[in-house]
């Protein structure tokens, strides 16, 4: 599992590697006096993921939010023409007690330097941080980081979403048993296999998927990170097609069926089960 994460975050970070670099007279100017916090490997030389971030709420409000060249010579863009974009960041930079960000949308057409106050982290919280299925709920239709889970909940309308399933199915990704104190016949679809060229479609991956983990669908979900979420939310349906799992019998008509969920795009596992409530 471990390797597999290394294959993870080295190859969604391929793609926006391109930009994490430092070459330019100007930009070595600027980068006089600064300080990196982080980038895209840590100390030992493992990849970390690139972090996840939403523009600032204050930005999509209206205010100004701009991304300047590498150099800080010149404004670029404005993050208020762009409301909704997930937001890779590769590097985190402090300079004169101010902390910025190279950040970059998933296919690269937008990128630069950005003020960390102009973004908002993706919230990382699974159904175990809050109190009341109605803060959870709200979670999950609310915050940017649930923005995969909501299309994957929309491929699954008639299966409302469990407070108590989604807390047991925090953490896990593997090795579900069948049953569980008030809820029975759990049935995982994360875990679900794609077919490999699924897969091999994914920009710069290259792994030969030999581990039972490795192509099943959660992978799948994970190795896409930031990505737009439609296409990704569709695999659910193409996932149970292929296992020959009619969705239909899942629906509340045939009993107190219900969803647990625990994925947060950028963070690893994540994990969609299935399960009949007895309650």
Do not use: C
């Amino acid at each position: 599992m471990k390797k597999l994460i290394a294959i993870l975050t080295a190859t969604a970070a391929a793609s926006i590697l391109a930009f994490a670099g430092q070459s330019t007279t100007a930009q070595a100017s600027w980068s006089t006096g600064t300080k990196t916090l982080w980038t895209l490997f840590e100390p030992n030389g493992d990849p970390d993921w690139a972090r996840l971030f939403s523009t600032a709420d204050s930005v999509k409000a209206g205010k100004n939010g701009y991304v300047w060249n590498y150099s800080h010579t010149k404004r670029i863009h404005n993050l208020k023409n762009y409301p909704n974009t997930t937001w890779y960041a590769v590097r985190g930079i402090a300079k004169n007690k101010h902390v910025y960000y190279r950040i970059s949308n998933p296919n690269s057409t937008v990128k630069g330097l950005v003020w960390s106050g102009y973004v908002k982290p993706y919230a990382t919280k699974t159904a175990k941080d809050f109190k009341t299925a109605d803060q959870f709920n709200n979670y999950l239709q609310t915050e940017p980081s649930q923005k995969l889970t909501r299309a994957v909940l929309r491929q699954l309308p008639n299966i409302p979403v469990s407070f108590e399933l989604s807390k047991y199915a925090a953490y896990r990704f593997a090795q579900f048993p069948k049953q569980i104190t008030n809820f029975t016949d759990i049935t995982p679809i994360s875990t679900l296999t794609l077919p490999k060229t699924d897969f091999a479609s994914i920009k710069n991956f290259q792994t030969d998927l030999n581990s039972p983990g490795d192509a099943q669908l959660g992978t799948y979900w994970a190795l896409t990170y930031g990505q737009p979420v439609n296409s990704r939310a569709e695999k659910i349906i193409e996932a149970l097609n292929d296992h020959q799992i009619d969705l239909s019998q899942f629906d509340t008509t045939n009993g107190n069926w219900r969803i647990g969920v625990n994925m947060n795009d950028g963070q690893w596992p994540m994990t969609l089960i299935i399960a009949k409530e007895t309650d």
